[in-house]
Structure formats: structure tokens, C-alpha cells
């Protein structure tokens, strides 16, 4: 009986640890499975709406009611407005001053957020008249891209990583390194927060990242070639692909690029 009674209890741990060990495989091929199967997305145009083809789009958001408020780059030519989004006419323009290039712009509230580019200088306007309200320093290494999920800042500055910033403070609550499959992936610049997503354009890249605010880890990919190359063809001089904009209301998604003559709205079709 003594035998059966140890072959027993040995038999019960190894079946124990067997479980563990199937378990645990389990959960981590799930888990890698997960990042593994990043969606893939083409895009179809849905409409299409004249944009400034002066405006070196740095910054862009949905205003509600067929509006948009964007911020544009270049010394001497930064500006923060409003835009109708039917015709592409400027409604409200603040123009900047000439040491600062307008970068990444957010609304949280009633109150416009904007960084630069190479100054570690923000704005706040007022998001009704656009008048400046006051300046901010901030935890970024550089000013790039800004978005909001309505109670935080996200915002890049050109490398790999997300940050999460205090709207009060505009300094760094956190920093992911936004990776996929593993690699880091760099120039992350205008931001959008889409459906519990932060959507990164990848600067010189005809591509938009889906990324998880929980972990940087990027869940989808947005190749969106065909947009930059339909403008260059018709021989407009153009820069790059830059400024997405999210109604959530209507569920339209818009975006556009540096001096393009257009924005689009489009709609996202899974590849595969
Ligand atoms: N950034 O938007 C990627 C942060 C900066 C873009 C800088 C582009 C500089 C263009 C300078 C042209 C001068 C005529
Ligand atoms: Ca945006």
C-alpha cells in the first residue's frame, strides 16, 4: 500500500505540473497569436473635399458640425483654424509667429492644445474664437503629434514612443514604446484616439499604426499608398501623408497630407 500511496501522490504532482505547463503554452501562444494577427487595412475613398493646398497639415481633429480644426507648419506659415469641411474655406485664422512651426493639435474640453516643432513650446487656445489663452513646456523629447481620449493628452515626438500626458501639468504620466512583432516602430507623428485606439501616421510613410494605449503594442496597420500617389501623378507638389481626423458621431474618418489639395474621407477594408 505504501508503494501505490507514493506512485499515487507522484502521479497527482506530474499531472499538476502537466496542466501548469500545457496552461501556461496555451495562454502564451494566445498571447503571441494575438500580436501575430495585426490586421491589415486597404482603404476605399468616400468622398473627397478641397483642403489648403498652402496648409503643411501638422495637426488635425473633427470640430463637429462639418468643421475641422487643424494646425500647419512651416516658419512663417503656422497657423491654427477652422475649417469648413464641404468647401475647405478657412473660417478662423491665428496665425503664428515666426520662430514657432505648428505641430500636433488636440481638444480636450473647450481648450485647443498645440505643440511645435523644435521648441519645447505649446499653446492653449479657446477652441470657439481661437484666441491664445496661455504656453506650456512639456515631458516630450520633441512636439509632434497630440490626441486625447477626452481625460488624458497622447502625444509623439517623432521616436517610438506614446506618451501619456497630464492635461494640467503637460508633463509625462507614461511612455510605451509603441512595437510590432517585436520592433520598435519610429517617426510616430499625428495622433488620432479612434475607439479606445491611438492612430499614429508614420512620418514618410504611407502608413497609419493602430496602437493599444494599454502597451504600445501596435494592432493594426492602415496602408493608405494610394492617395499620395493619385495627388503626385496629377502633378501637385506635395509632401507627405499627415492628419487624421475621427467624427465620432457619424463614424467618419478623414485624412489628409502636408500642402495636399484634398482630404479624404474613407472607410478601412481588412487585407485577408
Ligand atoms: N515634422 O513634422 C516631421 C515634425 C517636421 C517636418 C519638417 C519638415 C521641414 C520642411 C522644411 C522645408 C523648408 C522649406
Ligand atoms: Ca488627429
Redesign the pocket.
Known amino acids: 500500500p505504501f508503494r501505490t500511496r507514493k506512485t499515487l501522490i507522484l502521479v497527482s504532482v506530474l499531472s499538476a505540473v502537466a496542466v501548469i505547463v500545457l496552461s501556461w503554452n496555451t495562454w502564451s501562444s494566445f498571447r503571441s497569436d494575438a500580436v501575430v494577427s495585426a490586421q491589415i487595412y486597404s482603404i476605399e475613398v468616400v468622398n473627397e473635399f478641397p483642403h489648403d493646398p498652402a496648409a503643411f497639415t501638422?495637426g488635425l481633429l473633427y470640430g463637429g458640425n462639418d468643421t475641422l480644426l487643424e494646425s500647419t507648419?512651416?516658419n512663417g506659415h503656422s497657423s491654427v483654424r477652422e475649417v469648413d469641411l464641404q468647401t475647405g474655406k478657412i473660417k478662423i485664422l491665428k496665425n503664428m509667429e515666426y520662430e514657432y512651426?505648428g505641430?500636433g493639435l488636440t481638444l480636450l474640453g473647450k481648450r485647443l492644445y498645440q505643440v511645435t516643432?523644435l521648441r519645447n513650446t505649446g499653446f492653449i487656445y479657446d477652441r470657439y474664437n481661437l484666441t491664445k489663452l496661455k504656453s506650456f513646456t512639456h515631458g516630450m523629447k520633441?512636439g509632434?503629434g497630440l490626441a486625447t481620449d477626452g481625460k488624458i493628452l497622447f502625444g509623439s515626438d517623432?521616436s517610438s514612443s506614446l506618451y501619456h500626458l497630464n492635461p494640467r501639468t503637460m508633463k509625462a504620466m507614461k511612455e510605451h514604446v509603441v512595437k510590432y512583432k517585436g520592433h520598435e516602430v519610429h517617426n510616430l507623428?499625428e495622433l488620432e484616439y479612434i475607439n479606445n485606439e491611438v492612430w499614429a501616421n508614420i512620418?514618410q510613410s504611407d502608413c497609419i499604426a493602430r496602437i493599444s494605449p494599454v502597451d504600445g503594442s501596435v494592432i493594426g496597420w492602415v496602408l493608405l499608398p494610394e492617395l499620395r500617389a493619385e495627388l503626385l501623378s496629377a502633378g501637385h507638389k506635395i509632401d507627405v501623408l499627415?492628419g487624421i481626423a475621427w467624427d465620432e458621431d457619424k463614424k467618419r474618418l478623414f485624412v489628409t497630407g502636408k500642402l495636399w489639395p484634398k482630404l479624404y474621407e474613407i472607410k478601412l477594408q481588412p487585407l485577408r
Do not use: I, T
Open positions: 501638422q507648419g512651416l512651426f505641430e516643432w520633441d509632434w517623432g507623428n512620418w499627415n
